[in-house]
């Protein structure tokens, strides 16, 4: 069966005018923060060539907590979840309770988000860093591979799963050419996985997008979308088998 994993949105090519928004936070003994106590930033939301929201950038760093709000108080971002997800408006709003809570990430700050997704959304910490912030186990119950982009630290935000995060590396989708991204696929098909939305519309015959995959410092190419790698099933009928090989390339 084909896992449907919307793509996320990345890059920027047009700025809309840096706005005002407020800066959601916490007290000493973890309430939330009153009006009176919200101070004002500066964003700059970027849109991609076909006109989709990509990057939200904050001036200055913003509370990962206050970054949720600002979604749901703004409005633009909060529009294009609804494109993909039934209710975002409720879902964000017990996140944003769940962060504040949150001994391991409540503290964490962010410079800008990066991307989102039915599944997920991911911004970009103050120290550079990543953090994802995903709809259940980003991994779909299955052990990071070699091929996965090596997590710094993770966990659950709520006891019954519903709400995980993912602390990585920020990669870059630079300089990936086909060669690399054919042979880095073969070797996760050797491993036994089936990789999904490796292609997408609007590319020529054949051609693989590189918003899949990322390259680290070090030189190596990781998969950072892992819920698009499915373990293949040596019992599948042919059925599935073929077509498996004509829709989830």
Same mark, same amino acid.
């Given at each position: 069966?084909?896992?449907?994993?919307?793509?996320?949105?990345?890059?920027?090519?047009? +700025?809309?005018?840096?706005?005002?928004?407020?800066?959601? #936070?916490?007290?000493?003994?973890?309430?939330?923060?009153?009006?009176?106590?919200?101070? +004002?930033?500066?964003?700059?939301?970027? *849109?991609?060539?076909?006109?989709?929201?990509?990057?939200?950038?904050?001036?200055?760093?913003?509370?990962?907590?206050?970054?949720?709000?600002?979604?749901? @108080?703004?409005?633009?971002?909060?529009?294009?979840?609804?494109?993909?997800?039934?209710?975002?408006?409720?879902?964000?709003?017990?996140?944003?309770?769940?962060?504040?809570?949150?001994?391991?990430? @409540?503290?964490?700050?962010?410079?800008?988000?990066? #991307?989102? #997704? /039915?599944?997920?959304?991911? *911004?970009?910490?103050?120290?550079?860093?990543?953090?994802?912030?995903?709809?259940?186990?980003?991994?779909?119950?299955?052990?990071?591979?070699?091929?996965?982009?090596?997590?710094?630290?993770?966990?659950?935000?709520?006891?019954?799963?519903?709400?995980? /995060?993912?602390?990585?590396?920020?990669?870059?989708?630079?300089?990936?050419?086909?060669?690399?991204?054919?042979? *880095?696929?073969?070797?996760?098909?050797?491993?036994?996985?089936?990789?999904?939305?490796?292609?997408?519309?609007?590319?020529?015959? #054949?051609?693989?997008?590189?918003?899949?995959?990322?390259?680290?410092?070090?030189?190596?190419?990781?998969?950072?979308?892992?819920?698009?790698?499915?373990?293949?099933?040596?019992?599948?009928?042919?059925?599935?088998?073929? /077509?498996?090989?004509? *829709? +989830?390339?």
């Amino acid at each position: 069966m084909k896992i449907s994993i919307p793509k996320i949105f990345t890059g920027s090519n047009k +700025n809309i005018k840096p706005r005002k928004l407020c800066e959601h #936070g916490v007290t000493s003994d973890m309430k939330p923060v009153s009006d009176s106590f919200l101070v +004002n930033v500066e964003k700059a939301l970027n *849109f991609d060539s076909n006109g989709d929201l990509s990057v939200i950038n904050y001036y200055p760093d913003v509370a990962l907590s206050g970054a949720i709000m600002d979604i749901l @108080r703004d409005g633009i971002l909060l529009e294009e979840l609804s494109k993909i997800k039934i209710n975002p408006k409720q879902e964000l709003k017990k996140l944003e309770q769940e962060i504040l809570k949150s001994k391991d990430i @409540r503290e964490v700050k962010v410079k800008s988000l990066i #991307g989102y #997704g /039915y599944r997920a959304l991911v *911004f970009e910490t103050e120290d550079g860093k990543v953090i994802k912030i995903t709809h259940g186990d980003h991994f779909n119950g299955r052990k990071p591979a070699d091929f996965d982009l090596p997590i710094i630290q993770s966990g659950k935000l709520t006891d019954d799963g519903e709400f995980y /995060y993912y602390i990585e590396e920020k990669i870059s989708h630079d300089n990936l050419t086909q060669s690399e991204l054919s042979d *880095f696929i073969k070797k996760i098909k050797k491993s036994g996985y089936r990789l999904t939305d490796y292609r997408v519309d609007g590319l020529p015959f #054949g051609e693989i997008s590189a918003e899949q995959f990322g390259r680290l410092q070090n030189g190596k190419i990781y998969l950072i979308d892992p819920e698009s790698a499915v373990k293949i099933d040596p019992n599948e009928s042919i059925f599935t088998k073929i /077509y498996n090989f004509f *829709f +989830n390339k």
